[in-house]
């Protein structure tokens, strides 16, 4: 404080205060972090939305599987027994239309089985191998609560 009383008046008279920080500067920084928040925050929302949208398609994709492949094995009982019943015809028995049907349903199991080999070793192929290792590692990750690690679960 001077002699006139004023706080903001330089204590000795060569001596001039600093000049304030520019407040558009802080204010535009400040604005630039409400933005991002903002647009950030929008972007969760929206991410959080569309995930509560997939769990909920999740039970319904389970519930139209199921249909599916019972529709699927009504169908495939169906068509066996309508080649079963144009074969019996055909052979004029029905041991020997049994015997066929039988023969191709082996067929189809050993190609089924073939393919499932295949695919269990591409599977072990060293690429896929480390594909699967970490889609398998991301899936228990997932799968943990979240207070919890996999370094607790151990003794």
Avoid: Y
């Avoid at 520019?22 to 409400?34: K, Y």
């Avoid at 909920?56 to 009504?74: S, Y």
């Amino acid at each position: 404080m001077d002699q006139t009383g004023r706080d903001d008046a330089p204590a000795a008279p060569g001596e001039t205060p600093a000049p304030p920080a520019p407040p558009g500067l802080l204010e535009d920084i400040s604005r630039l972090g409400q933005a991002f928040r903002k647009l950030f925050g929008a972007q969760l929302h929206l991410l959080a939305a569309e995930l509560g949208l997939a769990r909920r398609a999740v039970h319904w994709l389970l519930a139209a599987g199921l249909v599916a492949t019972v529709a699927a094995v009504g169908v495939g009982i169906t068509l066996l027994g309508l080649a079963g019943v144009l074969l019996a015809r055909w052979f004029d028995s029905w041991v020997w239309a049994l015997l066929v049907l039988t023969l191709l349903e082996l067929g189809v199991l050993v190609g089924a089985i073939m393919l499932f080999r295949r695919c269990m070793h591409w599977m072990s192929l060293p690429a896929t191998r480390g594909e699967w290792n970490a889609m398998m590692r991301e899936t228990l990750q997932r799968t943990e609560p979240q207070g919890e690690s996999r370094s607790e679960d151990r003794p």
